[in-house]
């Protein structure tokens, strides 16, 4: 029999045979997964979202209604002559560092806690005939004031801080006391030399320091970065200044906590390394340290620099509603413009690598929103997407700003890849979320990504994945 057989030499070195990777796979077998693979999955996870619950804001307090109620209501029954939008609407949403409580504030002044597992659970139970819907709220305060950013000390998780842009105060609250009075006012203090002080007393934004409960930065409307110490008194020990007086809007931390971030209303983030100065006397006298300006980024010019996006739109300087960190990756600086444009920062390249544009119609409109009206975007904690509330209609967007040039939102990215179908490699589409009511600022759950979206007309709105019964 052997001598039927043809002898066949043998490769030398022959290439073993590899199959492709399993692309559905949920966990591979060395134990880890890709962040590409995580990019590409997450489209999925965009198409999941929709509005699941609308929430007003119908609380009474005492005997009488709270003002946002008032203000709801008023506006509900002149429909022809609404009350200005600078009294309704939410102005500012956040949730602790665990997912636990979510703090809320409005343009009336009131501070508004909830338990985020009850007003979740509540999203799928029957829909309250009641107007007075007191069970869906933890705490509510009505202050004096309008309110317009709310923030949670990262280190003791039962206060939070609140200023206004009609105040020079920032009031700090703790949700354990029953009291409705703040248990610290701290002031900017004596009146700045700046002219017109009166038009620009106000404070925009808050910034607690991860790693110290005591100290905090807040943004000023006169252009000046202000820093806290509890310990020492309750007028500032830090002032961060430029050589513009534009207003600030926007206020964020590296995560080190050693340099800041603001956005001015001219369309400029003003950078300070807070490691500058005598740092031994750092937080004993301000008098004694100076902080100079590090660095500043004008965001029309470096858009400007982007030749497919100049050739396509008409750069305008505009201002900045507001700058977040992406919380994985820090690197990334996410913008958000007063005509709707939203984009991604690059620090370690300083350039701007991620656009985001209205429709074209929306072009040659003016855009130049209301300080009242500032739209707070956030990212969600895991995949470098961005949602922002739409500036033209009823509606959110969830933008895929993952730092590589497969993005669509990236200023390299290819736009022939969107009409090849390939299921070797996916394409991330941005996604445009249809609500039922105006977004002014969302927050997103550090855990399991609800969004809460805050509205104009002061309610907030679950966007989640719907669950259906089985």
Known sequence: ????????????????????????????????????????????????????????????????????????????????????????????????????????????????????????????????????????????????????VVRWNPTNQDEVACASRQSNKVLVFDIGYLSSEPIVVLEKGKKSSQQNYERHIGLSDIMFPSADKSRFLSSGLDGVVYGWDRRIGRLPYLELTNNSQTQLTSLQLDIEDRVVFAAGQNGIIYVWDLRGGRTSLAFQSHNEVYYPLLTSFRLSSMLEGIAPLKAQSNIISRGIHSINFDPSCAYQLAFHLYDGWSGVLNLSSSTITHVHCPPPWLDNQEMSAAPSDLRKPSWLPTLSIFAVGS??????????????????????????????????????????????????????????????AGTKDSSLLVVSQKHERV
Request: with cysteine; charged share 20%; glycine share 6%.
């Open 1 to 148: 029999m052997e001598r039927y057989l043809v002898p066949v030499d043998a490769p030398r070195n022959p290439k073993p045979y590899r199959r492709p990777r399993w692309w559905r796979s949920v966990l591979e077998l060395d134990g880890r997964i890709s962040s590409r693979y995580r990019h590409e999955a997450s489209q999925l996870i965009l198409d999941s979202y929709s509005e699941i619950r609308a929430f007003g804001h119908h609380y009474s307090i005492g005997f009488g209604m709270c003002p946002t109620h008032m203000t709801c209501l008023a506006n509900a029954v002149n429909q022809n002559e609404p009350i200005s939008s600078s009294r309704q609407g939410i102005s500012g949403l956040e949730f602790d560092s665990k997912g636990i409580y979510l703090a809320s504030v409005t343009k009336s002044g009131c501070l508004t806690v909830h338990d985020f597992e009850s007003l979740y659970c509540t999203t799928y139970g029957p829909s309250s005939s009641l107007l007075e819907d007191e069970t869906k709220q933890l705490l509510h305060h009505s202050t004096s004031q309008p309110l317009g």
């Open 391 to 452: 500036s033209s209609s009823n509606g959110l967007y969830l933008l895929d700003f993952f730092p590589d040039s497969s993005s669509a939102c990236h200023v390299n990215f290819d736009e022939e890849l969107l009409d090849i179908a390939d299921e070797n490699k996916r394409i991330v589409r941005n996604k445009y979320l249809p609500l039922s009511q105006s977004v002014l600022v969302c927050t997103v759950h550090p855990l399991n990504g609800t969004i809460i």
